[in-house]
């Protein structure tokens, strides 16, 4: 604290004011008030560490003025001055948050004693206020270092994804563009479905990496240009559970993994990895499975010609409800989403 500490005294009698301005001068800056409006006024115009106030005045009751000062300023500690008479009235102050009270005449060492007590205390209550404050930014800074870690980590782990992605993209050619084409397509059927923005960003997010399990797929069984053996397709089929996995240790991509570990499940409940059947398989993952089926079909590859438009929905009809979601299948053969695939991949 700067300076001497600032005390307010305020009574309408001038022997009072003048007597406790003398007895405190040489510690404590003093001003005076005789009357309710000069203590308002300099209430309004600075800071006091602790008001002195008569609980008799003409135009005010002290206990009023004690709750108009503690209002403005509740740190600012009240002492009140009473007479012998009028100790209930005193007390009755110190309910309402008076420090304590001095008794007229005044004692020259009780009004010592009182006014350093009640400074002390104000000192304490302002160092308390101040560590508070302190503490409040220390642990702003603090959540808002938190905040850029976490979103540090996350980034670090979405490039790490992409990474991914970009190598299983180079570990099998058909794979590489796929999963982009995927999640085109997904973006395309959730905007007819009318999905909540929230579901429409996971599924288009998931179906960008629904394959990236292929990373744990060796590569020359990826390759292949002829039919796998029966071990090389279990070994395929395990993608979806190892995809799972690699997100599984992240966080924020939770609500991805589901649509990623169930998107070979199919409607009958023959599909994999945990062979679940209709809508026990999450909408997502169906989805993906529709838009997967598609890409599969249309995509030319060395070893099997893309087929065309109406073969691709002759095909997803013959398949809907037993491979895929027959609602899913309506959504899509009456829909422009063919157009847009041409549009956008074939040319
Ligand atoms: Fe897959």
Known sequence: MYGKPRILVVDDELGPRESLRMILADDYDIVTAANCNQALNNLDLG??????????????????????????????????????????????????GAFDYLIKPFELSSVRDIVNRGINKRNETM?????????????????????????????HYEETICSLVAAVDAKDSYTKGHQERVARLVSEIVGYMRLPENDRELMYRAATLHDI????????ILRKKCELSVEEYESVKKHSQIGADILSPAKFLQDLIPMVRHHHERMDGTGYPAGLRGEQIPLGARIIAIADAIDAMLWERPYAKAKTVEEVKAELIRVAGTQLDPNLVGIVVSSELFNTYNREFRH
């Open 127 to 155: 160092m308390i206020e101040k560590t508070i404050d302190e503490l409040q930014c220390a642990n702003k800074s603090l959540e808002s270092e938190i905040e850029n870690t976490y979103s540090s980590i996350q980034s």
């Open 213 to 220: 399990g292929k990373i744990g797929v060796a590569e020359n």
């Open 47 to 96: 800071v006091f560490d602790l008001a002195i106030l008569d609980i008799r005045m003409p135009d005010i009751n002290g206990i009023d003025l004690l709750e108009i000062v503690k209002q403005k300023a509740p740190s600012t500690e009240v002492v009140m001055i009473t007479a012998y008479a009028s100790v209930d009235t005193a007390t009755k102050a110190l309910r309402l």
